[in-house]
């Protein structure tokens, strides 16, 4: 008989077991539009699911995977980028077809992230995916914690405080 291999992770501040505990957080417009009055959001922005206009910004849907040490898993930050307008229109065009092969382009981190400071400009690029993936975001300013834990991890702790985050 096969061995049962599953590893069994907990979290070491509360025991709680990993599948308890949420791996992601996602985010229905860029703050800026979020923070609007309901008139100013129908005279200033056009809102999608994966797509955002404020007058003439670009905004698109991605999620921004860290990978969480001693587990297979990653806790995605499903946030919003400022992009170029060249950049949203193409991705709009191709929305359909599968553009993982597309070269990397410019973003800027457009929501507040919890437990981070100054997360609002940060520099990042987009991948863009297959059909069925949502674009992924690399940061990639060398002086933020965001960009060390998305290429060194975190650990569980940190994913389970992310959710016990009152923000
Ligand atoms: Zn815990």
Same mark, same amino acid.
């Given at each position: 008989?096969?061995? $049962?291999?599953?590893?069994?992770?907990?979290?070491?501040?509360?025991?709680?077991?990993?599948?308890?505990?949420? !791996?992601?957080?996602?985010?229905?417009?860029?703050?800026? #539009?979020?923070?609007?009055?309901?008139?100013?959001?129908?005279?200033?922005?056009? #809102?999608?699911?994966?797509?955002?206009?404020?007058?003439?910004?670009?905004?698109?849907?991605?999620?921004?995977?860290?990978?969480?040490?001693?587990?297979?898993?990653?806790?995605?930050?499903?946030?919003?980028?400022?992009?170029?307008?060249?950049? $949203?229109?193409?991705? =709009?065009?191709?929305?359909?077809?599968?553009?993982? %092969?597309?070269?990397?382009? !410019?973003?800027? =981190?457009?929501?507040? #992230?919890?437990?981070?400071?100054? %997360?609002?400009?940060?520099?990042?690029?987009?991948?863009?995916?297959?059909? %069925?993936?949502?674009?992924? $975001?690399? !940061? %990639?300013?060398?002086?933020?914690?965001?960009?060390?834990?998305?290429?060194?991890?975190?650990?569980?702790?940190?994913?389970?405080? $992310?959710?016990?985050?009152?923000?």
């Amino acid at each position: 008989m096969l061995a $049962f291999r599953e590893k069994i992770v907990k979290c070491g501040c509360c025991g709680k077991d990993i599948g308890e505990i949420v !791996f992601d957080k996602s985010y229905k417009m860029p703050d800026e #539009i979020w923070n609007l009055s309901k008139t100013e959001k129908e005279e200033r922005a056009q #809102i999608d699911s994966d797509l955002c206009r404020l007058d003439d910004r670009y905004f698109i849907r991605g999620v921004a995977y860290l990978p969480v040490n001693g587990t297979d898993n990653s806790y995605g930050w499903g946030i919003w980028a400022e992009v170029s307008q060249e950049d $949203f229109f193409d991705y =709009v065009e191709n929305y359909e077809e599968d553009n993982s %092969t597309k070269p990397k382009f !410019f973003g800027l =981190v457009a929501n507040v #992230i919890p437990s981070y400071e100054n %997360t609002i400009g940060l520099e990042l690029t987009v991948q863009l995916g297959s059909e %069925t993936q949502r674009p992924e $975001f690399y !940061f %990639t300013d060398p002086m933020h914690l965001l960009t060390k834990e998305q290429a060194e991890g975190i650990s569980i702790e940190k994913v389970h405080s $992310f959710s016990s985050n009152k923000s």
